[in-house]
């Protein structure tokens, strides 16, 4: 099965500061149909998972615009430009691309 | 609108079983691949198996795989997980999502496995 790295796996950040979380998978994610599923997901405290991004750049309806997604091949990024306090929780990178999909461990996002 | 809603979920003691539903709605069911991901107390997610949008395949993460089964029905737009010999490490909450990009997730059952 693909391994996703996550890191950190705490990310202290200053309100209004940028944050950046990095997920790395033990091989290419490029799906047979040419599409990498590389998606990201928000989890709040209490709440169940949303999804922010999908296939590595794409932003889901709702989710603001600091949030950013990029990378390629086995190397990818999930960026917030300005940290709010809404964003904390835990953030989790999954590939759909190779069955069964994996996630990625989780990087907590909190407030210093 | 798209709605995943899961049941089935429950006590159950070690080694017992349950089979866990996941009916589906506003979208073309028979289309999309579809998956379980779970949740243990305080801990990350899994994903646990998916199945394509025929039937025709399945797939299984290590620790599961020879006790889950999933299994769809779509003419009733449902997908299944069918778990035997439950272990305490199984508790959690189980979510099913759709397509290979999780796309839309139910908002989960709970499984409890203790004596």
């Known amino acids: 099965d693909v391994v996703m790295t996550q890191s950190p796996l705490s990310l202290p950040v200053t309100l209004g500061q940028p944050a950046s979380i990095s997920c790395r998978s033990s091989q290419g994610l490029v799906c047979v149909d040419g599409n990498t599923y590389l998606s990201w997901f928000q989890q709040r405290p209490g709440q169940s998972p949303r999804r922010l991004i999908y296939?590595?750049?794409n932003r889901d309806s709702g989710v603001p615009d600091r949030f950013s997604g990029s990378g390629s091949g086995t190397d990818f990024t999930l960026k917030i430009s300005r940290v709010e306090a809404e964003d904390v929780g835990v953030y989790y990178c999954v590939q759909g691309s190779h069955w069964p999909g994996t996630f990625g461990g989780g990087t907590k996002v909190e407030i210093k | 609108e798209v709605q995943l809603e899961e049941s089935g979920g429950g006590l159950v003691q070690p080694g017992g079983s349950l089979r866990l539903s996941c009916a589906a709605s506003g979208f073309t069911f028979s289309s999309f691949s579809m998956t379980w991901v779970r949740q243990a107390p305080g801990k990350g997610l899994e994903w646990v198996a998916n199945?394509?949008?025929?039937?025709?395949?399945?797939y299984y993460v290590d620790s599961v795989r020879g006790r889950f089964a999933i299994s769809r029905d779509n003419t009733k737009n449902s997908v299944f997980l069918q778990m035997n010999s439950l272990r305490a490490e199984d508790t959690g909450f189980y979510y099913c999502a759709r397509a290979r990009g999780l796309d839309d997730w139910g908002q989960g059952t709970l499984v409890a496995v203790s004596p």
């Open positions: 296939k590595v750049s």
């Open positions: 199945i394509k949008s025929d039937g025709s395949e399945k």
